[in-house]
């Protein structure tokens, strides 16, 4: 069992900055590949970003390319999420979860929500205009 605690999330203007965090329990955190989803009000939850269990490979929305970071220390069980350059339209909860390292190593569709077995409580991230 993987517990996620996701933290970091807050009130921002159009383009500032915010660091999302997301620590984990597992044992062998660097088994897991690790994602950040979101679901704004109305709209179904979306993959923002996921990061392969070694840190190697990272996968990013159309959307937030260029604007977002996902990393990770495994030395510290967690995965964080770097926003810069942030728009209303990222309004939103962010979710953490995580998925065996295996699901990316075999080229899945790291997008599904379905892929990933643990989640987060998410945390609210709100950007005024």
């Known amino acids: 069992q993987v517990q996620l605690v996701e933290s970091g999330g807050g009130l921002v203007q159009a383009g500032g900055s915010l660091r999302l965090s997301c620590a984990a329990s597992a044992r062998t955190f660097s088994t897991y590949a690790m994602a950040w989803f979101r679901q704004a009000p109305g709209k179904e939850r979306e993959f923002v970003a996921g990061?392969?269990?070694?840190?190697?490979?990272?996968y990013y929305a159309d959307s937030v390319k260029g604007r977002f970071t996902i990393s990770r220390d495994n030395a510290k069980n967690t995965v964080y999420l770097q926003m810069n350059s942030l728009k209303p339209e990222d309004t939103a909860v962010y979710y953490c979860?995580?998925?065996?390292?295996?699901?990316?190593?075999?080229?899945?569709?790291?997008?599904?929500?379905?892929?990933?077995?643990?989640w987060g409580q998410g945390t609210q991230v709100t950007v005024s205009s």
């Open positions: 979860a995580a998925t065996a390292s295996i699901y990316y190593s075999r080229n899945y569709d790291y997008t599904q929500q379905g892929l990933y077995s643990y």
């Open positions: 990061i392969s269990g070694n840190g190697a490979y990272t």
